[in-house]
């Protein structure tokens, strides 16, 4: 049997080709640029790659659709903010439509007045050096003419949600190895930090529980629209981004997959679940539910409702 195909008679589903897409894990930038009229401009993108080191080339592509791309075409420079991870609520806004960017918005001017954000991990200036065509979008090449590196850890995008640098668990078995031939110096100081702790437990808890989230089908994403929207807290698309971690159109693209899927209704800005929804839900929390019981076995139920108890007032819960 021939297992080949024509190319061209292959058919991509754009909303699954996203879907895979997103299995690549990047990191987020914004993307600024003022022409000559004093028009600024900002986009979220997650596009941005390097091209070349000599010459200092690197390029990022733009929506044909984009409002936003004319001042890119007509400004001279164009400026790459890699997003700190900190800066989630940044990367949100200048996401969003219809909405002065700049208001509230610390920055300077850099080369060909292309506005540079404070607080990012790495700023590259850039020089406008090529556009060229790519199906839907504009590719836009640029020559990198001064770049400020502050060192912050960056933001991470993957599976449609934001997430941060955390080293490897094999690095950090490595590097316990190692620290351990070092001396006994502050032994065990690391072992009593709140945060190091905290950092740690999440990242160990989520190896386990998140591969069991994702056999559902559902991307982490869409799975915590579901808990959210399942648990109650949240259901106005504002309040969204901020309780499942992920950017606006994020929360749209999701949205629109649980409706096609007949799991999620929309009114008046406010997001509901069908019944389907519900009992997706339902089950979701369940995997989530057993995991934690699974976790928490070895201990009284005392000790760990003081546990979630102080996670709670940490994380400003009432």
Known sequence: MNVLKNMDEVQIDPMKFRRALGNFATGVTIMTAQNEQGEKVGVTANSFNSVSLDPPLILWSIDKKSSSFPVFEQATHFAVNVLSGSQIELSNKFSRRNLDKYEGTNHLEGAGLAPLLENCSAVFECERHQIIEGGDHWIIIGK????????????????????????HPLLQLKDSQEVEDVGQMHHGHLHSNVCYLMSRAFKFYQTDYIPKQ?????????????L??????????????????MPMHEVEQAASILKND???????????LTEKGKKTAHY???IADSHQNEVFKKYPDSEKDIFIKILKDISGIV
Request: aromatic share 12%; proline share 4%; charged share 20%.
């Open 284 to 286: 979701l929390f369940d």
């Open 144 to 167: 990198v003419v001064n770049f400020h590196d502050e060192g912050r850890s960056p933001l991470l995008y993957h599976q449609g949600a934001y997430s941060a640098v955390t080293p």
């Open 214 to 226: 994702l056999v559902t089908g559902f991307r982490t994403s869409e799975a915590r629209m579901l």
């Open 262 to 272: 007949g799991l999620l209704t929309e009114n008046d800005g406010f997001y509901y």
């Open 228 to 245: 959210v929207l399942g648990s109650g807290t949240a259901s106005n698309k504002s309040e969204l981004p901020r309780d499942i971690a």
